[in-house]
């Protein structure tokens, strides 16, 4: 019988030892299975003794990341005999590491969850991004907290979906309610019928027409992009995007679109231009949805721009 592995992830005080005791107090999650849990750091919250006592929750606590090896878990097992396996992991550890750790026999990773605080969002994107890009990017459901009125949505759910598009993201308030945060105001007018979309809201565009394109099914469109290939084998198709910083300077990616042009044959890689054009929702297989597909009405050459997209 396998033993299911749940692994919350997130920085000190962001909030997952409320939410692991909250997730124990769930009767849908929780059904009476010995739960052993691995706590790797200490936050501000200490976990209640009658909770984990009321719940059947041995607790051992993992001081070094180099103890997270297939020894040690497998004598965890022996001793323990858990049903069920809960992990507070380390914010500073490399979960991309720890998914590389050989488990006991019957462990089965099932799912790993983010606690993010919003508020201090902005600031660990801002300085340790390629720490937090280490957390999301390998994360099912990631959560931010501490939500309120002067919470943005856009630069939440848009750095987010950069880095990890199949995230499932839920957001709360202060008080651990639900939030149901209201779309924001996106810096170019979404109701028109021609959108022009300036250099530095690339970013937030590109992300909400990958995440709702039906919203943007019949619209034209003009922005400056750069030419990243030309399909020369049919003639009537090209890729246009901007660089993007998802991760760190060593990681930066081209996002953009498939464009459709019958004059495709005389575009040149490389070059910057600035495209109008109709938007369509289409089905991409390789995708498994649908996405935003751009039909040329017009291409022109323009000047380079310099700057990285942005998500804000």
């Not at 009476?32 to 909770?51: A, M, P, S």
């Not at 992990?87 to 993010?116: A, K, R």
Request: with cysteine.
């Amino acid at each position: 019988m396998s033993v299911p592995v749940y692994l919350f992830t997130g920085f000190l005080d962001s909030g997952k030892t409320s939410f692991i005791q909250d997730t124990l107090r769930d009767p849908q999650f929780h059904d009476g299975e010995k739960t052993l849990l691995l706590i790797c750091e200490d936050g501000e919250v200490e976990y209640d003794d009658t909770v984990m006592s009321a719940y059947g929750c041995d607790v051992v606590y993992v001081k070094q990341e180099s103890d997270l090896g297939f020894d040690y878990l497998d004598s965890l097992d022996r001793q323990y005999h858990p049903e069920q396996v809960m992990i507070e992991f380390n914010g500073m550890w490399s979960v991309t590491s720890f998914l590389d750790v050989e488990y006991p026999i019957e462990w089965l990773l099932v799912q790993i969850m983010t606690t993010v605080d919003a508020s201090t969002f902005a600031m660990y994107m801002n300085n340790m991004r390629s720490i937090i890009y280490d957390q999301l990017v390998h994360s099912e459901l990631i959560i931010f907290n501490r939500c309120d009125e002067t919470t943005k949505k856009s630069f939440l759910r848009s750095n987010v979906k950069a880095i990890n598009k199949g995230a499932q993201l839920i957001y709360e308030s202060v008080d651990g309610a639900v939030n149901q945060l209201p779309d924001d105001e996106l810096p170019f007018d979404v109701k028109a019928d021609h959108l022009h979309i300036a250099a530095d809201d690339y970013g937030l565009w590109y992300m909400d027409a990958l995440d709702k394109p039906q919203f943007y099914e019949g619209k034209t469109v003009s922005f400056v992009g750069q030419i990243v290939e030309v399909d020369h084998a049919h003639g009537d198709l090209f890729l246009i995007g901007r660089e993007a910083m998802v991760c760190c300077a060593e990681d930066i990616q081209m996002i953009g679109f498939v464009v459709h042009y019958n004059q495709s044959s005389r575009l040149k890689r490389g070059k910057w231009v600035t495209l109008t054009a109709k938007m369509r929702c289409e089905y991409d297989e390789e995708y498994g949805g649908n996405v935003p597909v751009l039909y040329a009405c017009e291409v022109t050459e323009t000047a380079a721009l310099d700057d990285l997209v942005t998500f804000s």
